[in-house]
């Protein structure tokens, strides 16, 4: 499937904070770089590395799955940045979990992962996403669970970069 990237470079605000050249379960926050310490901010990335290069950028530390994650999976060997602070579903319904996923095309394909806590066949999710499935509403593979109590949010985003793991996605 993926391969690593060679470097991941976190930006806060377009001020580079953090360089890594592999994964790093963090917490991130905290740790000082080029420019000062890295707040767990980042508004942007950007990966360095072959085409099938494949990153996960965590909300948590310790590559925690409560909280939002989205995966990136470059589709040119061109470094290529991604604003993670940005919503990646552009929409203001408020859903509880979920996995959505979408491209910009010629330079990466994402999955985000909005807390998914139950677990699925992962090759069918790979088909989903990456196959072209009619079974896609708008980037939306759909609500993994149906939990009245799953609290409902219209983040669809990373807010708080604490961990990045290289290679394969996440499984659910």
């Not at 009619?134 to 009245?148: A, H, P, Q, Y």
């Amino acid at each position: 499937m993926s391969i690593n990237p060679t470097k991941v470079e976190l930006y806060e605000q377009g001020i580079l904070k953090l360089e890594l050249t592999s994964s790093d379960a963090g917490s991130l926050n905290g740790r000082t770089g080029k420019n000062g310490k890295y707040n767990g901010q980042a508004t942007s990335v950007k990966i360095i590395g072959l085409a099938g290069s494949g990153v996960t950028f965590y909300d948590d530390r310790e590559f925690r799955t409560t909280e939002n994650r989205v995966y990136i999976e470059k589709l040119t060997d061109e470094p290529i940045e991604v604003f993670i602070s940005k919503n990646f579903v552009l929409t203001d319904e408020k859903i509880g979990s979920g996995l959505f996923s979408g491209k910009e095309p010629g330079k990466y394909n994402w999955i985000l992962y909005k807390k998914p806590k139950s677990r699925l066949d992962w090759e069918t999710i790979v088909k989903l996403v990456f196959g072209g499935t009619s079974n896609l509403f708008n980037g939306v593979i759909g609500k993994i669970i149906d939990d009245e109590n799953d609290p409902k949010s219209n983040n669809y985003r990373v807010d708080n970069c604490s961990s990045v793991k290289f290679g394969d996605p996440p499984m659910v």
